[in-house]
């Protein structure tokens, strides 16, 4: 019996030991969504993906589909640095929502997008505020879920993927509203 491959880009939101070698890991993909998938033998010392499949890096993995659940048969990592703490907690609180958030896979490019926007700005920027970025790539997370602000102070930051200065710099200026709209929003989820 013939396997489909399926090749795409995602995110290593978390991962989980499994038996002696296995790791169940949790990925943001681009074409499938939100998709958990074991990897063989991944903590073995001699395995190939062992170091491009950490939590917090960008990859292209090959997937097959299983009968009950999704196998990684391939990874190349796209992007990963070496952070300071604070911007991999920051990483860390962003996954977490994210799979606490998405119910499975459903494909959902506007959110994959903001995920690599933050992504990306964690890793590269160095003058950035976290409490701002944070706040910002939330309400716009939310959004594209479907939770969307009804405060127009804050609806033109929902539509853009970009994360740039002036963004930040209304997100903090707006600090005390961003907050009470985001913690309004999650008491929506039920979470």
């Known amino acids: 019996m013939s396997h489909i491959h399926y090749d795409t880009e995602a995110f290593v939101l978390h991962g989980t030991s499994l038996g002696e070698a296995n790791r169940y890991l949790t990925l ?37 589909r299983g009968r009950e659940v999704w196998r990684l048969t391939g990874a190349v990592l796209l992007e990963m640095k070496e952070i300071e703490p604070e911007r991999r907690q920051l990483l860390a609180r962003l996954s977490f929502l994210l799979r606490r958030l998405l119910p499975g896979e459903e494909r959902n490019e506007s959110l994959f997008e903001i995920f690599a926007a933050a992504h990306r700005y964690i890793l590269d920027d160095e003058k950035a505020t976290v ?26 930051l929902l539509d853009g993927v970009v994360i740039d200065t002036d963004a930040l710099v209304f997100v903090r200026s707006t600090r005390q509203h961003a907050v009470a709209e985001i913690n309004a929003l999650l008491t929506m989820t039920e979470l």
């Open 28 to 64: 943001l993909t681009k074409e499938f969504g939100l998709l958990r998938a074991v990897g063989r033998g991944l903590r073995l010392e001699r395995s190939k993906l062992r170091y491009c499949l950490q939590e917090g890096a960008r990859v292209r993995v090959s997937l097959v």
């Open 131 to 156: 409490a701002a970025l944070e706040e910002l790539v939330v309400l716009r997370m939310l959004a594209s879920l479907g939770y969307r602000s009804s405060s127009p102070l804050l609806s033109p």
